[in-house]
């Protein structure tokens, strides 16, 4: 790492500014992301696919088990085993659960701001006459609003990032540390096994070592494939199965051109933003293109791509995949190059140039971000991702607490949040945490979303609880004749309860509707008689 270590003088103040910046920025964006419920306490929460490996991580610390409910057999509703465990070590503090979200956060604000440091580094190694490109893509890293978001809403984008930006540092070594390269790459599977396919980039560049180069190749792929093996064996003796469950549930069962489509459609979105800096990028190549490592950065941004394409895209539209965001810091470095070299044709002095290449970084990280993503980052004003979905969910969740029995079960669409802070079992209809519906071949593609069974769900998994009739289920005459509307005060809340479980439901305040007879009636309280007027409870 001595090229990020060799930093001085006016470089340094330079990038202290831009890292304290980061912070600071990004402080206030978790802020944003908290939630302050009615005459309540501030409460921390991530996205709602992030707060399903908090589940897991809360099981684990607790000792049910890596399990999304506890007692269940294990199956494995995540595909960030090392994120997982990370968050099962912040559980161990001694933290209310409102705030274990917000310690996550710090942590991935943490690494986000280690990230322009790195790429600095890689810069420095990679062009070296010119201390203008590194500091354009330290910049421009940390404006990245994309890169920013993802990793503050807790996803694994940050570790994934952080990951490929010391990796890069670290191939890019002349000559090259072979062991840090071979630990990184076993590393990398741990955060999540699909950044594998970054691993014949890294392979191609520690082949080209003088000293050691193929031997070096060898021992690296030799890494990956130890990384690989060893969580797909823990998983396999663990879960029962090697590959994660939400493999079956996202690459499988779904036509195939229908994913290609799914995937196309996001990247042409993408495209208009992603032209500048690519072009940019291009014209760097032209006179670096003998350069393993140069080619390694635009083989990562190629290959991310190609990849969220292969998947099919991400299910939150507009902000930028998270298959292919981690990648963007290197797509700005390569454009950073492409301005330094048109900056020297029509710049006359040295200081000029520097003021245009450090400005070009800032345009092309706004160029390179979606602007519903450049909107929220840059406007606190704007709200964060799914917040306001994520505030209905906690004040669901929060009502599932204190008016229903800890043994009522919820049918979870959104499976993060309310399970999380309701701490009542849950079904994923939506099959993430499902082996059942995951492993179900249906005609359609929705990223992350296009698998549901109710005949499953209404007649054999039977949820007391469900939040919303999606998906055709409030047409169906089992789930009609089973389940009744429940309509709450305060808060205003409206979901639907299984008849046989109204015992289960304690609020003498609940509105009770039913969906064949639109009869509204009162839930009657515990130790009061017989209503013939009314459904009896499940308890009577």
């Known amino acids: 790492m001595s090229a990020v270590t060799q930093l001085r003088g006016r470089d340094a103040i330079v990038l202290a500014v831009i890292v304290a910046t980061l912070l600071g920025w990004g402080a206030l964006y978790i802020g944003r992301t908290s939630i302050v419920p009615p005459n309540g306490e501030r409460v921390f929460t991530l996205w709602d696919d992030a707060m399903i490996s908090m589940q897991y991580a809360r099981n684990l610390e607790r000792g049910e088990g890596l399990v999304w409910n506890p007692g269940e057999d294990p199956v494995q509703g995540f595909t960030n085993p090392g994120v997982t465990l990370v968050m099962a070590a912040l559980h161990a503090l001694p933290l209310a659960p409102r705030h274990a979200a917000a310690a996550f956060q710090t942590l991935a604000l943490a690494m986000l ?104 190749a060898v021992l690296g792929a030799l890494g990956v494939a130890l990384g690989l093996a060893v969580w797909a064996t823990f998983a396999w003796l663990y879960f029962g199965d090697p590959l994660p469950n939400t493999w079956y549930l996202k690459a499988t069962g779904s036509p195939r051109h229908l994913v290609l489509l799914s995937g196309a459609s996001e990247l042409l979105a993408w495209l208009p933003h992603l032209a500048a800096p690519l072009a940019l990028a291009g014209f760097a190549l032209t006179d670096r293109w003998r350069d393993r490592r140069v080619l390694m950065l635009a ?12 998947v ?35 710049a006359g002095s040295p200081r000029l140039r520097a003021i245009a290449v450090t400005g070009a970084g800032a345009l092309i990280a706004w160029s390179a971000s979606p602007p519903l993503s450049t909107r929220e980052w840059l406007d606190p004003r704007t709200p964060t ?31 993060g949040v309310p399970p999380y802070f309701s701490e009542r079992p849950a079904i994923d209809v939506l099959g993430k945490s499902d082996r059942h519906i995951a492993r179900l071949a249906v005609p359609r593609f929705i990223p992350g979303h296009s698998k549901w069974d109710w005949d499953y769900i209404v007649n054999e998994r039977r949820p007391d609880v469900l ?60 130790d009061a008689p017989p209503d013939p007027l009314k459904e009896p409870r499940a308890d009577e």
């Not at 994309?146 to 940050?158: N, Y």
């Not at 490929?164 to 999540?192: D, T």
């Not at 917040?387 to 049918?411: C, I, K, V």
């Open 113 to 216: 701001a280690a990230t322009p440091l790195l790429l600095w580094g890689v810069s420095r190694r990679l062009f070296p006459e010119s201390r203008r490109i590194a500091l354009a893509a330290a910049l421009g890293t940390a404006l990245c609003a994309p890169v920013a978001i993802w990793s503050l809403q807790g996803s694994d984008v940050g570790f994934v990032t952080l990951w490929l930006a010391a990796s890069c540092l670290v191939a890019s070594r002349r000559p090259l540390a072979p062991i840090r390269l071979i630990g990184l790459l076993a590393l990398g599977p741990w955060i999540r096994p699909d950044v594998a396919i970054y691993t014949p980039l890294f392979l191609f560049v520690a082949a080209a070592d003088e000293r050691d180069g193929r031997r070096n």
């Open 299 to 310: 083989g990562l941004v190629l290959v991310s791509q190609a990849y969220s394409v292969w």
């Open 312 to 346: 099919g895209g991400d299910f939150v539209f507009g902000w930028g995949s998270r298959f292919a965001v981690p990648t963007l810091p290197f797509l700005i470095l390569l454009a950073a190059a492409g301005a330094d070299r048109i900056a020297a044709r029509l």
């Open 385 to 415: 991702l799914l917040h306001a979905e994520n505030a209905s969910n906690l004040r669901f969740a929060h009502y599932l607490r204190r008016h229903t029995d800890p043994t009522t079960t919820l049918g979870a669409h959104w499976g």
């Open 467 to 526: 939040r919303a009739p999606s998906r055709g289920l409030g047409a169906r005459p089992d789930f009609r004749r089973s389940y009744l509307k429940v309509e709450t005060g305060d808060p205003k809340l409206t979901f639907f309860m299984r008849r046989t479980a109204l015992g289960k439901l304690d609020d003498p305040q609940a509105i009770l509707i039913d969906p064949i007879s639109a009869q509204r009636y009162r839930l009657a309280p515990r």
